[in-house]
């Protein structure tokens, strides 16, 4: 059903294929995370439920529009993969052009080194810069913090905009409280004992039933969906499975 289609497939819409990417994710990261927590590891845990809140609010941001400005905002999505990976491919080349001693990278085998130098050789700035340009207004336009549209909160029509819109709310301030996960700051030491398993674990259900609400939704599913009914099957999952071990 759901897990089969999610199998990447080009034939389908760009809004069905963000979607399916974003669930795939979320399901990832919120698994990764599930098993930190059975494991009393808080810490590592909260730091991956930021990456599913991510991944679900960009899932939930493509379907708030309808038609074809919902797959033109997805095709701007996917954009993403194709530009990002000539940005990451031609910053690290770059690094290693201009600032790195490649006699110092230890660890790396000779055919690794080599193919460093390589692709340094073959490093095109004129190629870097467009990509650099082009990746870096794609990425201030999927940002979080503009696509969960935090000054809209308060608008009774912004928190309609989707099925899961109202659900932002209480993921953004799990998103703030997990912030100090992600960075090695002294702070995490002391609000670490604020996380608790039950909370990672709620907010890896609400996440999971975000994303599969909004794939449903570009796949046309939504109205054959009961919304209910995919929270309590989620629930009844992690009670019988994941609860006993927390």
Known sequence: TVAESLKPDERRSPSVQATAFLVRHTFTFADAALILIADGQP???SALIRTC???????NHIVSFTGEEREKT?????????VGKRYFTGLSTK?????????LLVG????????????????????F?????????LNRAWSYSKIIGTK????????KRTAVQILQQVLHLSYVESCFAVHPHP????????????????????????????????????????????????????????????
């Not at 997805?74 to 194709?82: G, N, P, S, V």
């Not at 790396?108 to 190629?127: H, P, W």
């Open 187 to 246: 702070m995490s030491v002391a609000t670490e004992k604020l996380v608790t398993a039950k909370k990672i674990t709620r907010d890896a259900a609400v996440t999971a039933i975000c994303v599969v609400t909004c794939y449903l939704t570009a796949a046309g599913l939504h109205d054959r969906t009961n919304l209910q009914a995919i929270i309590d099957e989620y629930s009844s999952y992690l009670r019988d499975n994941v609860y006993e071990f927390i």
């Open 129 to 137: 810069k467009s990509a650099f340009d082009e990746y870096g207004e």
């Open 43 to 45: 810490l590592p845990a």
């Open 95 to 103: 690094a290693a052009r201009d600032q790195l001693d490649p006699s």
């Open 152 to 159: 809209s909160f308060k608008d009774p029509n912004w928190n």
């Open 108 to 127: 790396r085998s000779q055919e690794e080194l080599e193919g460093i130098r390589q692709m340094v050789v073959d490093f095109d700035e004129a190629a």
């Open 53 to 59: 809140i991510e991944a679900q609010a960009r899932a």
């Open 74 to 82: 997805a095709r701007e999505f996917l954009r993403l993969f194709e």
